[in-house]
């Protein structure tokens, strides 16, 4: 009976994703009705979860990185500062952190994501604990005829 109970635990703690997300992804503060993102790119395998923001000069605005599951990230080897913005599982903000320059280690052990955002845009948004935020498709740009 081990197998089984080796196996439930396994799935337990394996990412739940209810839905596909491919980029680009928007994230609105539904508590304080705010945009986010309007260009986060998931990160949901093990290969970009590893790679995260590194080799990047820098995020453009409305750009971030969703990686998924995490509950921790370090910033060694960036060149750039960000703003953290950690979830859990139902995308209530359980943490954020502002400006995390180069060489920095975050975590926050309630989280099942986080939101590696442009720095400057906790505050722009006045994100903070206890918000939720909703992540789903960026609508569809429209180009000028």
Known sequence: ?????????KQWFSPRPS???KAPLRVLNLT?????ATQMEPSHTGATRRKGLL???????????????CESVHTFFMRFAIDLVYLDR???IKKVRSSVGPWRMSA???AHSVLE???GTVSTTRTEPGDTVEIGPAPAQSSAA
């Open 19 to 21: 839905v596909t997300y």
């Open 55 to 69: 080799g990047r000069d820098g995020l453009m605005p409305g750009g971030g990185l969703w990686i998924a599951p």
């Open 117 to 119: 955002l442009p720095a």
């Open 90 to 92: 139902e995308n209530q």
């Open 1 to 9: 009976m081990t197998h089984g109970f080796w196996d439930g635990l």
């Open 108 to 110: 926050c052990f309630e």
């Open 32 to 36: 304080r009705g705010t945009v986010l």
